[in-house]
Structure formats: structure tokens, C-alpha cells
């Protein structure tokens, strides 16, 4: 569908930060479209894009609640509230209480920077850095309880050069994050992913720990 407005998938994306995941995803919907974005951080720049794209915004300050189950409740009231489809963490910097993923389950992905399973959890890079990998990418996974141990869709790397620190293993990764995150979101647009007790699908047939053997166009 050239349109996006034409589709009936509706995305709501939680972001923490600078939202260029976000940005990404707004601009190459083709099966989907992005309904609200959710910051838990006021006055960030990934707040600005989706307002720019004529996006509703809503910022849930998680330094106002008195538990994390108390925030994720109010946050979770807030997604259903726009009825969606599909519930997209683009650098979202809150880990989810147990009760939000069974709400939000088979409909609730994230991207990581890391070819999972190595590196879940934070400071991905410099971690890939310190073990001495020659590789290094990113990785969408459905969300469940176990962080970033949720069944991978597809993932993505890149080659970690000599004089590699964090920073620019973090700028190339970003690069082929913008690539993935959207093509994983269209997937899930055309009806084609789902999540069941036996892990992730793709059009029918189950998918390998490692997510989707993208081609090489797709990879490339
Ligand atoms: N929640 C669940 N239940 N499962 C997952 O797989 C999740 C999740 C929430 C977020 C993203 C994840 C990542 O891609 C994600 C996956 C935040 C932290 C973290 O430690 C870890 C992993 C991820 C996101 N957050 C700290 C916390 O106390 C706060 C850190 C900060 O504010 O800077 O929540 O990496
Ligand atoms: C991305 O690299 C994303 O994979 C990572 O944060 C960055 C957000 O960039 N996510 C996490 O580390 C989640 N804990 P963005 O705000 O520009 O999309």
C-alpha cells in the first residue's frame, strides 16, 4: 500500500531519546502507520520528530510513580488508548513489569543493539568491543518476560573495524538498525509475523533463533 494513512495497522512507538528508530519508521510505513509516540523522558528529540510528522505525543514521567508496576499500568492505559496493532520499543529505556508484556504480547516488539543472544541488557558495544568480536548488528525481537531473551525476527550486523571504539560501532550499527526495524514493521503490517508457545513465525512457518535469513538485498 503506497499510502499510509490507507492501512489499518496501527503502531504505537515508545521511545526514551533521540528517536531516529522512530524517524525511520514513520518514514518508510508502507503497511502500517504510527498512531502516538510515548516518551517516559520530557524533552527529547524523538518527541520533536513525531510532532513534526503530525504524530500525537504523550510523555509518562516514570519518576512520578511510586512502582514500576504502578507506571507500566498507566503507560499500558495510555497504549490502549489508541487501539493498536502493534506496540514498538525504539530505544526505550524501561524495562517492562511482567503483567505490561502478557497485556501487550505477540504485539509488542523491541530492537537491540546486539546480534542476540550475545549482549542483552546495556552497553552492548563496548562489551562486543571487549570480548574481541569481529561482528557486531542488531536485533528485533518480540518482547516477553525474560529481557531481550523474547523470540528474534531478524537481525542484522556489521563488521567491527581495528579502530573501533563504542561510539562509531554505535553509529554503523544505528545505520543498519534504520534498515531492519522498518522492514520487521511491515512484515508485521502485511499479517505475516506472529508469536505463539512454539516462538516466532514468518508467513506460517517458524522462524530460526536467529530471526529471518534476510536476502542479501535486504542484508546488504
Ligand atoms: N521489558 C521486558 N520485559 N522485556 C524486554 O525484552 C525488554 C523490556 C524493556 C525494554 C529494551 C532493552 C534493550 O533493547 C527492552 C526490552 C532497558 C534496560 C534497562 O536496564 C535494559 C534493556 C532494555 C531497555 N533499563 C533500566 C531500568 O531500570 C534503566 C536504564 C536507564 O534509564 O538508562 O529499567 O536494550
Ligand atoms: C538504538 O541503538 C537502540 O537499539 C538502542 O538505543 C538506540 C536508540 O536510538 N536501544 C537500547 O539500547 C534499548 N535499551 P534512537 O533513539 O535514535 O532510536
Redesign the pocket.
Known amino acids: 500500500m503506497s499510502n499510509p494513512n490507507d492501512t489499518d495497522c496501527r503502531v504505537v512507538v515508545l521511545i526514551s531519546g533521540n528517536g531516529s528508530n522512530l524517524q525511520a519508521l514513520i518514514d518508510n510505513a508502507e503497511s502500517y502507520q504510527v498512531v502516538a509516540t510515548i516518551s517516559n523522558k520530557a524533552d527529547v528529540y524523538g518527541l520533536d520528530r513525531a510532532r513534526e510528522a503530525g504524530i500525537d505525543t504523550v510523555v509518562i514521567d516514570h519518576r512520578q510513580y511510586p512502582s514500576r508496576e504502578a507506571f507500566d499500568q498507566v503507560l499500558a492505559d495510555t497504549i490502549d488508548g489508541y487501539l493498536p496493532d502493534l506496540v514498538v520499543?525504539a530505544g526505550?529505556?524501561?524495562?517492562?513489569s511482567d503483567g505490561f508484556?502478557q497485556r501487550f504480547k505477540g504485539r509488542l516488539i523491541?530492537i537491540?543493539p546486539s546480534l542476540l543472544p550475545k549482549y542483552p541488557?546495556?552497553d552492548t558495544h563496548q562489551r562486543a568491543l571487549d570480548a574481541g568480536d569481529s561482528e557486531a548488528g542488531c536485533s528485533v525481537h518480540f518482547?516477553?518476560?525474560e529481557?531481550?531473551?523474547?523470540p528474534c525476527i531478524a537481525r542484522a550486523s556489521v563488521v567491527i573495524e581495528a579502530q573501533d571504539d563504542a561510539d562509531a560501532l554505535a553509529a554503523r550499527t544505528l545505520v543498519q538498525e534504520h534498515r531492519l526495524y522498518p522492514l520487521v514493521a511491515n512484515w508485521f503490517g502485511e499479517g505475516r509475523l506472529a508469536l505463539s508457545a512454539k516462538g516466532a513465525s514468518f508467513d506460517g512457518r517458524p522462524l530460526p533463533a536467529t530471526g529471518h535469513p534476510l536476502d542479501s538485498e535486504q542484508a546488504d
Do not use: P
Not at 529481557?147 to 523474547?150: T, V, Y
Open positions: 520499543l526505550f529505556m524501561r524495562i517492562l508484556v523491541n537491540h541488557g546495556l518482547v516477553t518476560e529481557l531481550d531473551g523474547g
